[in-house]
T-cell receptor
Framework: LAKTTQPISMDSYEGQEVNITCSHN???????ITWYQQFPSQGPRFIIQ???TKVTNEVASLFIPADRKSSTLSLPRVSLSDTAVYYC????????????FGKGTRLSVIA | DSGVTQTPKHLITATGQRVTLRCSPR?????VYWYQQSLDQGLQFLIQ???????AKGNILERFSAQQFPDLHSELNLSSLELGDSALYFC?????????????FGPGTRLTVT
């Protein structure tokens, strides 16, 4: 799995849009970009995945530039319940490849 | 609810003891993974089983072992426990038909070794 770099922590006020950027300079042609969310004492939760351009679901958007060396997870109008650790993972595994987690980004949403 | 179940939720035991953690994957998922999360090491992959067979090994200690049964549930056995084994242990499952790196995690078992 390609190495990723993301900020250790971020703070945001409720109602704001939060963008978390992940760098993955060594991404390979077949690699996908995946983000997980983890609340304290809970298992990580898959939130979004993309290969190029933009992906949007009911939880977040994922922006991937043409060179794919970075990606940005965008959380619209965050609430206190979005306080969590967000992990960026890059790899080409099928649905059967172990995950390698970095330290993630700890997002704190403030009222 | 991810569909992955783990028991027990909490486990408190003494050093030197042996415990068994149990995991039931989502219906239809053939792959089961075990991860350990401690404060100083973060989330680390331990071992993977696919349809009853060991598929990949990560940072799993020799004191730890796992297996996957014909009904696809899995057990992680931890023996000769040490204080440093205190952690959250997560089980995850996935399907070949799923997207790359897409796994579903259980609620975890919190192990405390005293």
């Amino acid at each position: 799995l390609a190495k990723t770099t993301q900020p250790i922590s971020m703070d945001s006020y409720e109602g704001q849009e939060v963008n978390i950027t992940c760098s993955h300079n060594n991404i390979a042609t077949n690699d996908y970009i995946t983000w997980y969310q983890q609340f304290p004492s809970q298992g990580p939760r898959f939130i979004i995945q993309g290969y190029k351009t933009k992906v949007t679901n009911e939880v977040a958007s994922l922006f991937i530039p043409a060179d794919r060396k970075s990606s940005t997870l965008s959380l619209p109008r965050v609430s206190l319940s979005d306080t969590a650790v967000y992990y960026c993972l890059v790899g080409d595994g099928t649905g059967n490849t172990p995950l390698v987690f970095g330290k993630g980004t700890r997002l704190s949403v403030i009222a | 609810d991810s569909g992955v179940t783990q028991t027990p939720k909490h486990l408190i035991t003494a050093t030197g003891q042996r415990v068994t953690l149990r995991c039931s994957p989502r219906s239809g998922d053939l792959s089961v993974y075990w991860y350990q999360q401690s404060l100083d090491q973060g989330l680390q992959f331990l071992i993977q089983y696919y349809n009853g067979e060991e598929r990949a090994k990560g940072n799993i200690l020799e004191r730890f072992s796992a297996q996957q049964f014909p009904d696809l549930h899995s057990e992680l056995n931890l023996s000769s426990l040490e204080l440093g084994d205190s952690a959250l242990y997560f089980c995850a499952s996935s399907t070949r038909a799923g997207g790359p790196l897409e796994q579903y995690f259980g609620p975890g078992t919190r192990l405390t070794v005293t």
